[in-house]
């Protein structure tokens, strides 16, 4: 679900850009990160984290797709 880009079209959510200015998914951190696009460490880990803060900004804090995302949170931090 966080691999990829978000598609408002596919998902019928026309203001996820109105809402979310600065769009973020851990496929295009992959991208960024095998291009060597990162030159420093916070920068990657601040795109990790937008992808989470996008997910729990857009769908609120009582919906599932937050709960789901704040599960692949608390894995990541595990690992940081």
């Known amino acids: 679900m966080f691999y990829q880009p978000v598609n408002p079209e596919f ?11 600065k769009p973020m998914d851990l496929g ?6 095998n ?6 460490a916070d920068d990657f ?4 984290e937008l992808t989470f803060n996008n997910c729990i900004t857009y769908n609120g804090e009582k919906n599932n ?4 995302c704040k599960e692949v949170m608390r894995e990541y931090e595990k690992l940081r």
């Not at 019928?12 to 200015?21: A, E, F, R």
């Not at 880990?45 to 990790?48: L, R, W």
């Open 11 to 21: 998902l019928g959510i026309p203001d996820y850009y109105q809402i979310i200015t």
């Open 28 to 33: 295009t951190v992959k991208t960024k990160l």
């Open 35 to 40: 291009a060597n696009e990162y030159k420093k």
């Open 45 to 48: 880990i601040s795109d990790i």
């Open 65 to 68: 797709v937050t709960n789901m």
